[in-house]
């Protein structure tokens, strides 16, 4: 059973760079395994990707993001990373990683972790 | 950018009530379509992948159909567990997109 989790700051000053860490563990990794991602849900609305990785470092982001957005992996530690720079109060949100089976849909997700960009 | 439009927002039936979501793509996505059940508190979890087939552990009762541009989600006998937020997402030459989600209540 592959497990997902997140770790981070839980609060980032406005125009700073919110960072978070995926740790995932488990099932053994199989090329199944090999793509990763990022979701966010502000507090009560919806669900927003944000963008994914491949294991190569082949990298997808959301158009709407794209300008602010570096996700990175590192297999050898069994982490993928997500900066996320000049955040404003509209990027408080729980952030979920998760993981794209085959690069299709989300079959495994972290538990979220909440952060929030205040001063 | 493909948009991703469910219809309606929220929905309020009874136990036993054969309920239906609808989700429509800006532009067509093929089968590339999977439903997603969101709980309170915790993260989305799977209930359909490439528009119509039934994820693994997920009860029966959960069904998908359409292709293209237009897509459903139907829970044929609804049961007090249901009670929760519905999400199709589109997922279509690496690019992922969700919709604003269906709130399901039970009467």
């Known amino acids: 059973q592959l497990q997902l989790q997140e770790s981070g700051p839980g609060l980032v000053k406005p125009s700073e760079t919110l960072s978070l860490t995926c740790t995932f563990s488990?099932?053994?990794?199989?090329?199944?395994?090999?793509?990763w991602g990022w979701i966010r849900q502000p507090p009560g609305k919806g669900l927003e990707w944000i963008g994914s990785?491949?294991?190569?470092?082949?990298?997808y982001y959301n158009p709407s993001l794209k300008s602010r957005v570096t996700i990175s992996v590192d297999m050898s530690k069994n982490q993928f990373s997500l900066n996320l720079s000049s955040v404003t109060a509209a990027d408080t949100a729980v952030y979920y990683c998760?993981?794209?089976?085959?690069?299709?849909?989300?079959?495994?997700w972290g538990q979220g972790t909440l952060v929030t960009v205040s001063s | 950018d493909i948009q991703m439009t469910q219809s309606p927002s929220t929905l309020s039936a009874s136990v036993g009530d054969r309920v239906t979501i609808t989700c429509r793509a800006s532009q067509s996505i093929s089968s590339w379509l999977a439903w997603y059940q969101q709980k309170p508190g915790k993260a989305p979890k799977v209930l359909i992948y490439k528009a119509s087939s039934l994820e693994s552990g997920v009860p029966s009762r959960f069904s998908g159909s359409g292709s293209g541009t237009e897509f459903t989600l139907t829970i044929s006998s609804l049961q007090p567990d249901d009670s929760a937020t519905y999400y199709c997402?589109?997922?279509?030459?690496?690019?992922?997109?969700f919709g604003q989600g269906t709130k399901v209540e039970i009467k």
């Open positions: 990785i491949y294991y190569s470092g082949n990298t």
């Open positions: 997402q589109q997922y279509n030459s690496y690019s992922w997109t």
């Open positions: 488990g099932a053994s990794i199989s090329r199944t395994s090999f793509y």
């Open positions: 998760a993981r794209p089976r085959g690069g299709s849909i989300f079959d495994y």
